[in-house]
């Protein structure tokens, strides 16, 4: 699954610690999100999208159904 969630934290000058904090993960775990390595569970989308106040297919994109 591709994500914007590093596009989406630059643009508010924020850390990977910031958003880790934010998102109450650790900031191994954006990383890991970040590069694709590892995916949400969905309580973890959603305050994702909450925090950046998008839609959740705003910032995570299905990668079957971009095909």
């Known amino acids: ?10 643009e508010r000058d924020w850390t990977q610690a910031d ?3 934010a998102l109450e993960v650790s900031r191994q775990t954006i990383n890991a999100i970040e ?3 590892f ?3 969905l309580p973890l989308a959603f305050k994702a999208a909450r925090l950046f106040k998008l ?3 705003a910032i995570f994109i299905d990668e079957e159904k971009a095909l």
């Open 55 to 57: 839609p959740i297919e």
């Open 35 to 37: 590069k694709g390595k």
């Open 39 to 41: 995916d949400p569970s």
């Open 19 to 21: 958003l880790a904090n």
């Open 1 to 10: 699954m591709k994500n914007r969630l590093k596009v989406l934290r630059a």
